[in-house]
């Protein structure tokens, strides 16, 4: 099988967008199904032009418009008493990241984007949380001391058509079988005020316990009248709940604050569900048999109220049963949209009343209320827009000087063995997957250098942030002990954030034949290495070599230190085994020479670029670290002067302080040095003297920090 063809690159994506006009494009746009929010986003970051179009507030509003009712996004549920309570989480119907639940005892109602729930700690309260936002609000009960209730949760801002209401002012409507007198009372609570109304009772033609006690002593029969804990149903400024006796309907006009009752069509069904219906009026369902019937109160042309019924749905074969004694029940409907959710033996359905399609949205359970939240999810698409921005995105990572500790890779020595081949994250930044490599070699400019050996050993430069790879081969040099890095090779880059783009890779060795340190570069843009250069030591091959230690010259082999190398403007500089010797390799000229090093005593040291781009060095000696860096004298001859002497022995932890402290790597021009000890790995900033664990004990030579700005591909394509 041929392997699926890549996507076109964005400017081609642009290409073909530039020639559709805004209009034809937005509309292209606005029917992207707003069932799954992903679609969305994912359109968003497909190029610049589709970018700009969805992130347009006019568009977002005609997109609401256009589709009418928000998309469900997640299912909560409340049960009767005697059936316990349900799970207390948030069920995602959607791949839209929502913000995690709150800690709550039950789940009373969503509407208008926001979702209503009852908790408890030391007392009962409420707490309004909007799942898109992650926005919450507590507030305590209402001063009625409930039996059974239920409650709705609503937008208080008067002309909103609640098609995408997040944040502002809200409403809570409370009503309750009063465990005291056996009333039903409601009560408002509006965030605009803080505070709940004086709670009003429903008129049974007694206002009291005594007035009630006075009519069952005159012979008047009298039920009490327990609120179903279902989920009422929103119109206009009128909220609708069911009482258990007889499925009498009532009333709350939240803006008058008064309760009355409304007779259902039906008296002799238990398992129903209030709703809005897409003309503004209260719907009532309910099954019979096994059809759906559904009412609309509509007032009629004498200008008064009646049931009409709108909808009979015969389910036998819409609705998957498994066993068809068992029955199917009504628990609930999506706001203004002509969805009906039932529940059978095979899990909970929607049914969309016009157009009769059935969709399973959960597994079998017990249902009695479902309460769908539902909207549309647009979060922070301004922001979006904002960071999206090829300015503010250049101004951010000037802003912050240098890129992040997104991971760490390192090297050991060859008798020490090679470390675990992968990226240890540092961040939560979801990187790409490592290659498969047998040892790292550098991190650089935002990339990784990696070798890798199948069948025969080749290079792997590697971007965790955008995923890109490149494979090239050795260069010509059969290497003894090596090291190499990998860098930027745009001109004027100031390496903040240089993903993509060519690049170049330096190989340093000790040569297996000859025993010479030799060097090569690759510059993707040609493909191709240079020829090796070799550092002078006063012969150029091994036969001047032994000539030379004939004449009783001392030689020692110069073994290349396979440590993490430096690198400054266009100079790459590694260590040799001998004496910590400094070797300079100027890729764009191909020429390699040696440099003292301030220190020749010690071995566990790290090269690396200051912030004032000049070379330092660092090492330990005792318990102290030092720091020097190579400046250009008013000779202009170049020196090592000592920058920091620096003090471990109450900075950095060690459990055993007879286990030496080491150097083992930096990070690359920000002050940074990371050293090892028996407790673990550390960074200390030479600044601040702050010192941060980042990594657990082990052996560590030389560590490679993965540093970049954590930009994705959908920014820079913007």
Known sequence: MAPPSPPPPPEFMDDITASLAPELLSEILLRLPPDEPGHLFRAALVCKEWLRAICDPGFLRRYRAFHGSPPLLGLLHRRQVVQGDPARHLARTTAAPLFPDPTFRRALDCHHGRTLLHASD???????????????????????????????????????????????PFGVVFMATDDDDELVKASVYLSETGAWSKSVILDYGYQS????????????????PYVQPRRGALVGDEIYFTLRNENVIVKYNWGMNCLSKIDPPLRDVYDISLMEMENSSLGYAC?????????????????AAE?????????????????????????????????????????????????????????????????????????????????????????????????????????RQVVQGDPARHLARTTAAPLFPDPTFRRALDCHHGRTLLHASDDGWYLIVWDPVTGERHHMPEPDIPWLIYSAAVFCAVSGCDHLDCHGGPF??????????????????????????????????????????????????????????????ALVGDEIYFTLRNENVIVKYNWGMNCLSKIDPPLRDVYDISLMEMENSSLGY????????????????SEGAAEWVQCWVIELEQMVPVANHSDETFVVGSAEGVGVIFVSTDVGLFTIELKSRRVKKVAEPGVYFSVLPYMSFYTPEFCKSC
Not at 213 to 220: F, K, P, S, V
Not at 291 to 298: D, H, N
């Open 618 to 633: 660092a090492c330990i000696q005792g318990s102290s670290l030092y720091v020097w860096s190579r400046k250009v004298n």
């Open 122 to 168: 030391d007392g009962w309260y409420l707490i309004v949380w909007d799942p898109v936002t992650g926005e919450r609000h507590h507030m305590p009960e209402p001063d009625i001391p409930w039996l059974i209730y239920s409650a709705a949760v609503f937008c208080a801002v008067s002309g909103c058509d609640h098609l995408d209401c997040h944040g502002g």
């Open 209 to 224: 316990w005594q007035e009630r006690l006075q009519a069952i002593n005159r012979g008047e029969l009298f039920h009490t």
């Open 504 to 565: 170049g890779v330096v190989f340093m060795a000790t040569d297996d034949d000859d025993e010479l340190v030799k060097a090569s570069v690759y510059l993707s843009e040609t493909g191709a290495w240079s020829k090796s250069v070799i550092l002078d030591y006063g012969y150029q091959s091994w036969q001047e070599r032994l000539q030379a230690i004939n004449r009783g010259e001392l030689f020692h082999t110069p073994y290349v230190q396979p440590r993490r190398g």
């Open 307 to 411: 049931w009409v019924q709108c909808w009979v749905i015969e389910l036998e074969q819409m609705v998957p049963v498994a066993n068809h004694s068992d029955e199917t029940f009504v628990v609930g409907s999506a706001e203004g949209v002509g969805v009906i959710f039932v529940s059978t033996d095979v899990g909970l359905f929607t049914i969309e009343l016009k157009s009769r399609r059935v969709k399973k949205v959960a597994e079998p359970g017990v249902y009695f209320s479902v309460l769908p939240y539902m909207s549309f999810y647009t979060p922070g698409i301004e922001w979006l827009r904002a960071i999206c921005d090829p300015g503010f995105l250049r101004r951010y990572r000037a802003f912050h000087g240098s890129p992040p500790l997104l991971g760490l890779l390192h090297r």
């Open 287 to 303: 099954i019979q048999g096994s059809s759906l019937y559904v009412w609309s109160r509509k007032v009629n042309s004498e200008g």
